[in-house]
């Protein structure tokens, strides 16, 4: 199983991004798809889920609003699509794939995610 995320890079302040992850080795359409991030020296954490297409996603509630998560199940790739951006935003992102469709709640838990991308950097600055 591969997950390759894409899309990072320096962006100003209020910019826009939009981050990519192919997925490869899996059955695509039967895995949740999340997006965490580490900011530099801190610990990683959650940005954003989708499980089915159509279903609701989930956020966390310093992404919400301005961070979109969508998934392409016939090219095997979920977005990121980071509008309103902030020097707070600034880490690596990574994306990661859990089997089945967790409940809502536990989609903010790293632990649910059993393969896991490389990162992308996305540098939030002016």
């Known amino acids: 199983v591969q997950l390759q995320a894409s899309g990072g890079g320096l962006v100003q302040p209020g910019g826009s991004l939009r981050l990519s992850c192919a997925a490869s080795g899996l059955t695509f359409s039967g895995y949740t798809l999340g997006w965490f991030r580490q900011p530099p020296g801190k610990e990683r954490e959650f940005v954003a889920a989708?499980?089915?297409?159509?279903?609701?996603?989930k956020y966390a509630m310093s992404v919400n609003g301005r961070f979109e998560v969508s998934r392409d199940n016939s090219k095997n790739t979920v977005h990121l699509q980071m509008n309103s951006l902030r020097p707070e935003d600034t880490a690596v992102y990574y994306c990661?794939?859990?089997?089945?469709?967790?409940?809502?709640?536990?989609?903010?838990?790293?632990?649910?995610?059993?393969?896991w991308g490389q990162g992308t950097l996305v540098t939030v600055s002016s």
């Open positions: 989708i499980r089915r297409p159509g279903a609701s996603s």
């Open positions: 990661a794939a859990a089997p089945g469709f967790p409940i809502t709640s536990m989609l903010s838990s790293s632990q649910i995610y059993n393969y």
